[in-house]
């Protein structure tokens, strides 16, 4: 296993569905004392792990290794009420020793079943908010993903924005940028996380919160769609 130090971030970030031929706004900001940075496009690639029963999952975790984009790595991400705790290590061809002791902490032996469970593909196109002293305040990304569940072989694909918020930023700033976005196409989304779309995980996510039934024929739809959607991407 590679010896490497973890970094420890924080992330808050709302996630948007979009319609194909919906634009990322790069106007509409100036009102909020906004400055977008140009379009950045990435390419990013993902592979995600768990045990079979989803040991992680359970726990709100996921795991993942990511090439490409800022923070290429390997991800240990802890969803909470008000955020993502994420715990990140450099690009290794192994897990981190590091990040498997973490692992541990949280399941025991179970992360000796641990496997990689779905694989993502994305093509992201960046704009960074930043104030007029320069400072980067949001990043807004419009993703297009591939998806493929490894446990399952089901093939998913969708589009969504998420607006993130960087460090340090007024939490506020979210609700002020959320009616451009809106006003751009977006809708808020039902997912809560990539990989939890990935693998069809949102009904059984919803049920355990105690979702309603519209809210789950909702999420019920969304997954037929990002279906019918990677279908059309591979006709």
């Known amino acids: 296993m590679a010896e490497q130090e973890s970094v420890e971030a924080f992330e808050v970030e ?6 194909a031929d919906a ?3 790069t106007a509409g900001f100036e009102a909020l004392a906004l400055v977008p940075d ?3 496009p990435n390419r990013l690639a993902a592979t995600y792990f768990d045990t079979a029963d989803g040991a992680l999952a359970r726990q ?7 090439s490409g984009g800022k923070d290429a790595g390997w991800h240990l991400k802890q969803r909470g009420a008000h955020g993502v705790r994420e715990l990140l290590w450099p690009p ?3 897990m981190p020793a590091g990040l498997l002791a973490e692992v541990r902490d949280r399941i025991g032996n179970a992360a000796d079943g641990i496997a990689p469970i779905a694989e993502l593909r994305t093509e992201r196109t960046v704009v960074r908010l930043r104030d007029r002293e320069g400072r980067e305040l949001v990043e807004l990304a419009d993703d297009r993903v591939r998806a493929v569940d490894r446990i399952g072989g089901v093939r998913r694909a969708w589009r969504e924005w ?10 506020g700033l979210l609700d002020r ?7 751009a196409g977006a809708v808020p989304s039902l997912s809560v996380a990539k990989i939890a779309r990935a693998t069809g995980r949102l009904v059984d996510l919803a049920l355990a919160k105690g979702a309603s039934e519209e809210e789950l024929d909702a999420l019920r739809a969304l997954d ?5 959607a990677a279908r059309r991407l591979e006709a």
């Open 92 to 94: 290794s061809d192994e």
């Open 38 to 40: 140009a379009p950045e």
């Open 60 to 66: 709100s975790l996921a795991l993942r290794v990511r």
């Open 23 to 25: 634009e990322l706004p």
């Open 162 to 171: 998420e607006a993130e918020l960087m460090p340090g930023a007024d939490p």
């Open 177 to 183: 940028v959320e009616p451009v976005l809106l006003a």
């Open 224 to 228: 037929v769609s990002d279906r019918e």
């Open 14 to 19: 709302r996630k948007y569905e979009v319609t």
